[in-house]
């Protein structure tokens, strides 16, 4: 007997001005079924999942819950019907606690029938944590001070708590694991067939293909703003996923090392210690890619921060090209060749309310101006356009506001941007995190292209396997600490996971 799905959206369209984002967009989500759905940066994922969470308003869809025709005009709509939505982007109220962002969409308990009864909303919140297995975070926490991964798994289990009263439901995660270690992945999967067991449906968006062939029963790939397919995990490959997502074949992951390494060092950091990091020495040679790896809060973004001069040194040297670097600041960072692309593009990378050119422009005014004074625009638009050509951005021009952009091709406005002036040093944290495996092979080209072209590049990330297919060495930080430095040739993600762990040190 067949199930009635739970939800059914068939002919969605939505276009802005002349440019068709969604067209005739057709899905199912069946009872108890996890259903991925996959697609470039651009595809349309994403103006699908906010036409259900009634944020955009389609030109056209015909839309079912449970049979039954729905109208999902806003968000209130949408979660009065069921639907829960947990995001890439963390929406959390800083200044709260743990507690109080958990129930942020419910009526806090009440003593006197006004007072809030912080005793007993601590307690509850403690409860709800607990049945997911999060029993390591205390409800009364600013929520500000967790780490990027335990400030995730709070959104993720205020979706869980909402969900508890209208079951069953549909829950809708767009990248949810973007920020969170593997033990965090492991616990949320556990959730997730918890859900799947009561009988609601999972829709899943994720780049990470192993991720999708672990938890999915069904796959759906857009392209263009069209569906392109649907089918059962069961039947498909990991290259035929590739092959409907992007439209070509990608023969390999990562593009191969042409030319080797040179012999002349572009940085050495000798004994470098900082608020974060304590006892660093390396050498990085021109061309050479060196991987930074480590478990959550090993030191990866604060070792690449110093090194950039956003956070200060305590003791140590950097030197560059010879030189060393005293009072080191982003500012001067950029004036000495070192082109910084940090883990967050969207807090920490970019004006999204400003164009292309002006984010791209952004470190170069000085270059850019005359006489220090006047800048000049035709230039910019020169800049920004030669160089948001090279990294292969899909946009409307260099004009275009930055927000308007897919996720993929706004980290290509970053690459751009370190781009600018050819650098001497790449520094790169998270490149690759929450875009499409088109353009994650697009940013591995043009990691591969600095590195040939002999600028030293240094890779932060926590995808193993990017990291043992595109580095020359790795070095390993654990608790903040150097632990090694390995060869990436021969090394296999399990016996780089076991560093990571701190199992072997040298």
């Known amino acids: 007997m067949q199930q009635t799905p739970l939800l059914t959206i068939r002919h969605a369209d939505k276009h802005y001005g002349a440019t068709a984002v969604l067209v005739d967009a057709s899905l199912d989500l069946l009872p108890g079924e996890i259903h991925a759905l996959m697609g470039e940066n651009g595809a349309g994922k994403s103006t699908l999942i906010k036409i259900l969470a009634g944020v955009v308003a389609p030109d056209r869809a015909e839309i079912h819950l449970n049979g039954q025709p729905a109208h999902i005009h806003s968000p209130q709509a949408a979660f009065d019907l069921g639907l829960r939505f947990i995001h890439q982007e963390l929406h959390v109220v800083p200044q709260l606690s743990v507690a109080e962002n958990l129930f942020l969409s419910h009526r806090y308990p009440r003593r006197a029938g006004f007072l809030v009864d912080w005793q007993r909303l601590n307690r509850d919140a403690r409860a709800e944590l607990a049945q997911l297995g999060i029993t390591h975070i205390d409800p009364r926490a600013h929520i500000a001070r967790l780490s ?79 569906v392109v397919g649907t089918q059962a995990i069961a039947d498909t490959t990991t290259e035929a996923l590739i092959r409907l997502m992007t439209g070509r074949e990608l023969a390999q992951a990562y593009p191969p090392r042409e030319v080797p390494p040179g012999d002349q060092v572009v940085l050495a950091a000798r004994d470098v210690h900082s608020d974060h990091v304590e006892a ?81 422009t952004l470190p170069h005014l000085q270059r850019m101006s005359r006489g220090g004074v006047m800048l000049d625009r035709r230039g910019e638009e020169q800049l920004s356009s030669r160089v948001g050509a090279s990294v292969r951005l899909k946009a409307a021009g260099p004009r275009q506001i930055t927000r308007q952009l897919s996720g993929g091709n706004q980290q290509k406005v970053m690459f751009a941007r370190a781009m600018g002036q050819t650098p001497r040093l790449l520094l790169l944290d998270e490149p690759t995190r929450g875009v499409d495996v088109g353009a994650k092979y697009d940013i591995y080209t043009l990691i591969r292209q600095a590195s040939s072209a002999g600028v030293g590049v240094i890779l932060a990330s ?45």
């Open 280 to 360: 660093i020495n390396f050498e990085l040679r021109a061309g050479e890619i060196l991987g930074l790896a480590g478990l959550a809060g090993s030191g990866r973004t604060e070792l690449l921060r110093a090194l950039v001069g956003a956070d200060p040194l305590r003791s140590g040297e950097i030197q560059l090209n010879g030189e060393l670097l005293n009072d080191l600041t982003p500012v001067s960072a950029w004036g000495h060749g070192l082109a910084y692309v940090p883990e967050e593009r969207r807090s920490q990378g970019l004006i999204l309310s400003r164009s292309i050119r002006d984010n791209i």
């Open 462 to 506: 926590s995808d193993l396997g990017e990291l043992l297919g595109l580095c020359d060495r790795i070095l390993i930080l654990h608790e903040r600490r150097q632990a090694a430095i390995v060869a990436a040739e021969g090394l296999n993600q399990h016996e780089l996971l076991a560093l990571c762990y701190g199992e072997v040190t040298s």
């Open 148 to 226: 990027t991964g335990d400030q995730m798994l709070i959104k993720i289990a205020s979706a869980f708590v909402a969900g508890d009263r209208t079951p069953p439901a549909i829950y809708i995660m767009d990248e949810p694991t973007a920020a969170l270690t593997g033990e965090e992945v492991s616990r949320l999967f556990g959730v997730i067939h918890k859900l799947k067991a009561r009988g609601c449906a999972v829709l899943y968006v994720s780049h990470r293909m192993d991720e999708i062939f672990q938890i999915a029963d069904r796959v759906t790939v857009m392209r263009d703003g069209r």
